[in-house]
């Protein structure tokens, strides 16, 4: 089966410009998790979706935001970028509808680099 | 709030030396717990985790971990290290109080010296 695909892997931007970064889920799992990795601040949750509705949200303004497909392919788009937002961005994808007790499998990730 | 604190942000250790990686948590409410490892240049990837039951599980790679809930701990552990567990190891915890999010903790990076 594969694993979660994060496209493009490796991205350059400007300030000011927007990103769309796209996640496919493994087959048959319905949840998609967005995360931000940096090195100073970790892993960060940006948000859930399932079944085409976000189920939960991260502490992050509103120009990150994020959509889910019937497919349950994941996107999240970051408006009016900042150098801030150069990082690692995750996804995960889990299988269990019920939510708590769910593993996670993560992509290998967009690198965004914001100059 | 519901926070992951990892004791040690750095862990240098010789091969064959036994690893314990702290980690605790506030979480109001009934928590699942992971541990999850990053090895250089690849993805984040399950250790073990913990739903319930015996408090002692065990995970790939000799990893075992312990949940302790009245210290709110559940502290990753490994017997004898080898080189290749160099990686970063993240603690992360899941439940249902404000919604289903998991909260990772800042990581431990480990460095095993051959």
């Known amino acids: 089966k594969a694993g979660v695909t994060q496209t493009p892997r490796y991205l350059i931007k400007t300030r000011g410009q927007q990103v769309t970064l796209s996640c496919s889920p493994i087959?048959?799992?319905?949840?998609v998790s967005w995360y931000q990795q940096t090195p100073g601040q970790g892993l960060q949750f940006l948000f859930e979706?399932?079944?085409?509705?976000?189920?939960n949200k991260g502490n992050f303004p509103g120009r990150f935001s994020g959509r889910q497909f019937s497919n349950s392919r994941s996107e999240m788009n970051v408006s009016t970028l900042e150098l801030g937002d150069s990082a690692l961005y995750l996804c995960?994808?889990?299988?269990?509808?019920?939510?708590?007790?769910?593993?996670?499998?993560f992509g290998p990730g967009t690198r965004l680099l914001v100059l | 709030a519901q926070s992951v604190s990892q004791h040690n942000h750095h862990v240098i250790l010789s091969e064959a030396a036994s690893l314990e990686l702290g980690c605790n948590y506030s979480?109001?409410?009934?928590?699942?717990l992971f541990w999850y490892v990053q090895y250089p240049g690849q993805h984040l990837q399950l250790l073990l985790k913990?739903?319930?039951?015996?408090?002692l599980v065990k995970g790939i790679k000799g990893f075992e971990a312990e949940f302790i809930k009245s210290k709110f701990s559940f502290n990753l552990r490994k017997p004898s290290v080898q080189w290749s567990d160099t990686a970063e190891y993240f603690c992360?915890?899941?439940?249902?109080?404000?919604?289903?999010?998991?909260?990772f903790g800042a990581g431990t990076r480990l460095f095993v010296k051959a």
């Open positions: 979706y399932f079944s085409e509705t976000q189920r």
């Open positions: 913990y739903f319930s039951g015996d408090p």
């Open positions: 087959s048959g799992h319905r949840s």
């Open positions: 992360a915890v899941r439940g249902n109080t404000g919604g289903f999010k998991t909260i």
């Open positions: 995960a994808s889990s299988l269990d509808p019920s939510g708590s007790q769910e593993t996670q499998y």
């Open positions: 979480y109001g409410g009934t928590v699942n």
